[in-house]
T-cell receptor
Framework: GDSVTQMEGPVTLSEEAFLTINCTYTATGYPSLFWYVQYPGEGLQLLLKATKADDKGSNKGFEATYRKETTSFHLEKGSVQVSDSAVYFCALSVGRGAGGTSYGKLTFGQGTILTVHP | GAVVSQHPSWVICKSGTSVKIECRSLDFQATTMFWYRQFPKQSLMLMATSNEGSKATYEQGVEKDKFLINHASLTLSTLTVTSAHPEDSSFYIC??????????FGPGTRLTVL
């Protein structure tokens, strides 16, 4: 079946440090890949996505590149801020939504807690 | 982005009672709603998918008679945990998907069964 594996946390960094959160996947089909972020007390929010190989998703300084050859979608940010402290989830979707989009059932990784200190 | 709310945000109940959790899309029509369960320090596990006006589709291993899902309108879905027991204690999260198909998530409901 489909699965997503994230690096175990928690991850603790100082402000302005470089961030990498590893994510690898296995999928029976050709998945779309996502990173979601969950801030304390809030619901999950889509951070970025990529729908085909070599696509790079980016948002708020975060980036992730869809690597089909290594089945990976690692999240990176060059300089983290205290406000980036949250839980980050890698996810994939193989099903297809209406209108040809790639939003079907989501399979999540276990989440990585990020804490950024001033 | 679109807003999804859940009510209540937390609930404590006695073993054997039933608990209803509401999920509402506040500013869009949700043709599909998803219910997830999240254990501490673990991933979100999809429980079921519901489309407005039809029966929910449950994931393997999820008891449909235990977790009753109703999606009676385009803005409301409910999850009822029937005859709850301590092992049902968990964090329940819903998401809603409309015309854009992206899933928008609610803030979750913490259920504690004593």
């Amino acid at each position: 079946g489909d699965s997503v594996t994230q690096m175990e946390g928690p991850v603790t960094l100082s402000e302005e440090a470089f961030l990498t959160i590893n994510c690898t996947y296995t999928a029976t089909g050709y998945p779309s890949l996502f990173w979601y972020v969950q801030y304390p007390g809030e619901g999950l929010q889509l951070l970025l996505k990529a729908t085909k190989a070599d696509d790079k998703g980016s948002n708020k300084g975060f980036e992730a590149t869809y690597r089909k050859e290594t089945t990976s979608f690692h999240l990176e940010k060059g300089s983290v801020q205290v406000s980036d402290s949250a839980v980050y989830f890698c996810a994939l979707s193989v099903g297809r939504g209406a209108g040809g989009t790639s939003y079907g059932k989501l399979t999540f990784g276990q989440g990585t807690i990020l804490t950024v200190h001033p | 982005g679109a807003v999804v709310s859940q009510h209540p945000s937390w609930v404590i109940c006695k073993s054997g009672t039933s608990v209803k959790i509401e999920c509402r899309s506040l500013d869009f029509q949700a043709t599909t709603m998803f219910w997830y369960r999240q254990f501490p320090k673990q991933s979100l596990m999809l429980m079921a998918t519901s489309n407005e006006g039809s029966k929910a589709t449950y994931e393997q291993g999820v008891e449909k008679d235990k977790f009753l899902i109703n999606h009676a309108s385009l803005t409301l879905s409910t999850l009822t945990v029937t005859s709850a027991h301590p092992e049902d204690s968990s964090f329940y999260i819903c998401s809603a998907s409309g015309n854009y198909n992206e899933q928008f998530f609610g803030p979750g409901t913490r259920l504690t069964v004593l």
